[in-house]
């Protein structure tokens, strides 16, 4: 590629390219489900890793940042200019192949990741092509101003459609919604009680659901993942029995506090007995079929909410959809939104 036009307009590209997949990606670090990154795939479990958040802020956010610079630098001329363009892209380069490789041990493939880490690699090429060969942007206010106009699209245009994207509420949900007295807040929480995840999420919910304990209609379904979850099934049965007999929130808690290997039928028995419950008529429910039909009732009710992909935990919080042990902000946000939207 000798043209300095070329190599610039496959900079700008590069950077454009950069830039939204980047901004994408933040819209999704940020909203309580993924608007681009398909829900359960690559993208969504490279976001819920230790790698995810440096210095407590969403990873994304970085690279927006640098390709920002770097597409001022695009637009400079100079020596200086150049130097400190190769500086800033060589060390993106070095970062963005050290991403794809951490990609590639853990397995997961996020296909924005992908774009964002390629670009910035190639974009240290080319600023070490354009110091050696010393070329700089064509002349000419029309041409960088468009150039510019473009690189703001490919920021704005995800922004704005994270912003007007609306997840699509299912039926199952849109009954709970129905089923609500005015004034409440309808939180759907499917949820397995040995899920580590589930577990985790509740540490941080729990308290913010139990701070607007008045102002929630909390519906729990049972999604017991019994084949790789041992003490889920009856985990899930005591919670549906000591439900019927009027302390289902109390045992749902016992039982999230409760270590996993507890959660035996003896266990959830010590724990319903601790809980007040008549043992008699707890173990009369255990053995019931309406129990057993609940529970498949409920892991049907699962089928019909969830998108291809999902998994547990799986929240609604009024019309939002919450996937994921989310942080606490999150959870925050979304008891907010629904309690203004139910005029509380």
């Given at each position: 590629m000798r043209s300095p036009v070329l190599r610039w307009t496959l900079v700008l590209v590069l950077i454009a390219v950069g830039l939204a997949a980047s901004t994408a990606l933040f819209v999704d670090y940020t909203k309580p489900s993924p608007v681009f990154c398909a829900e359960g795939g690559g993208c969504d479990a490279l976001k819920h890793t230790v790698f995810a958040h440096p210095l407590g802020l969403p990873l994304p956010i970085f690279g927006v940042a640098g390709f920002v610079v770097l597409g001022a630098l695009a637009f400079g001329r100079g020596p200086r200019v150049r130097k400190v363009n190769l500086i800033l892209a060589g060390a993106g380069g070095v970062f963005g192949l050290g991403l794809l490789a951490l990609q590639w041990l853990l397995g997961e493939l996020c296909s924005y990741c992908t774009a964002v880490d390629t670009s910035v690699l190639v974009l240290g090429l080319l600023a070490w092509n354009r110091?050696?060969?010393?070329?700089?942007?064509?002349?000419?206010?029309?041409?960088?101003?468009?150039?510019?106009?473009?690189?703001?699209?490919?920021?704005?245009?995800?922004?704005?459609?994270?912003?007007?994207?609306?997840?699509?509420?299912?039926?199952?949900?849109?009954?709970?919604?129905?089923?609500?007295?005015?004034?409440?807040?309808?939180?759907?929480?499917?949820?397995?009680?040995?899920?580590?995840?589930?577990?985790?999420?509740?540490?941080?919910?729990?308290?913010?659901?139990?701070?607007?304990?008045?102002?929630?209609?909390?519906?729990?379904?049972?999604?017991?993942?019994?084949?790789?979850?041992?003490?889920?099934?009856?985990?899930?049965?005591?919670?549906?029995?000591?439900?019927?007999?009027?302390?289902?929130?109390?045992?749902?808690?016992?039982?999230?506090a409760a270590?996993?290997?507890?959660?035996?039928?003896?266990?959830?028995?010590?724990?319903?007995?601790?809980?007040?419950?008549?043992?008699?008529?707890?173990?009369a429910c255990l053995d019931d079929p309406a129990t057993d039909a609940r529970i498949e009732h409920d892991k049907h009710e699962f089928e019909r909410a969830a998108a291809k992909g999902d998994g547990l935990p799986l929240?609604?919080?009024?019309?939002?959809?919450?996937?994921?042990?989310?942080?606490?902000d999150t959870f925050a946000r979304a008891l907010s939104d629904a309690a203004s939207g139910a005029g509380l």
């Open positions: 110091m050696r060969r010393e070329w700089d942007p064509p002349p000419g206010r029309l041409v960088t101003s468009g150039a510019a106009f473009a690189l703001s699209l490919a920021v704005g245009v995800p922004l704005v459609w994270g912003k007007l994207h609306k997840t699509p509420i299912p039926e199952v949900i849109a009954e709970e919604l129905a089923q609500t007295p005015p004034g409440k807040i309808t939180v759907v929480d499917f949820v397995d009680f040995e899920c580590p995840f589930c577990r985790l999420a509740q540490t941080t919910v729990g308290p913010l659901l139990a701070s607007r304990k008045d102002q929630v209609r909390l519906v729990r379904k049972m999604v017991p993942l019994t084949r790789i979850h041992s003490h889920a099934l009856a985990a899930a049965k005591a919670a549906c029995c000591a439900e019927v007999l009027g302390k289902g929130d109390a045992m749902a808690d016992a039982l999230f270590p996993v290997e507890a959660l035996t039928t003896d266990g959830c028995a010590a724990l319903a007995e601790s809980l007040g419950l008549p043992l008699d008529r707890y173990r929240m609604w919080i009024g019309p939002q959809k919450i996937m994921g042990a989310q942080e606490a």
